[in-house]
């Protein structure tokens, strides 16, 4: 059986973003790639260090892509359509 002296303790760490949210690129044929990297979870260690006697930090965190095509053109079956809004939320049309 294991026991907590067996185990790295993490303390939670709360983060806030600084800087832009998103870095956005332009591809070659016109299209936008916008990326967004977010921390989910960040925790120092309690009870330990790394060999070198810095800290050791946990880091969880998340890749979103966002691509808009240069066309700003997207599709969908009839029937998605029939008796709803004409476009999701926030979509623009071309």
Do not use: C, W
């Not at 800087?19 to 016109?30: C, L, P, R, S």
């Not at 997207?74 to 926030?90: I, L, N, Q």
């Amino acid at each position: 059986m294991s026991t907590s002296k067996d185990k790295i303790e993490f303390k939670m760490l709360d983060h806030e973003r600084i800087g832009d949210e998103y870095v956005t690129f332009k591809i070659e044929d016109g299209t936008i790639v916008k990326v967004k990297v977010d921390l989910d979870r960040v925790g120092i260690a309690t009870n330990y260090k790394n060999p070198d006697g810095t800290p050791h930090y946990a880091v969880n965190a998340s890749l979103k892509l966002t691509i808009i095509p240069n066309e700003r053109k997207f599709f969908v079956e009839p029937d998605a359509v029939k008796g709803k809004s004409s476009a999701p939320p926030g979509q623009m049309f071309s």
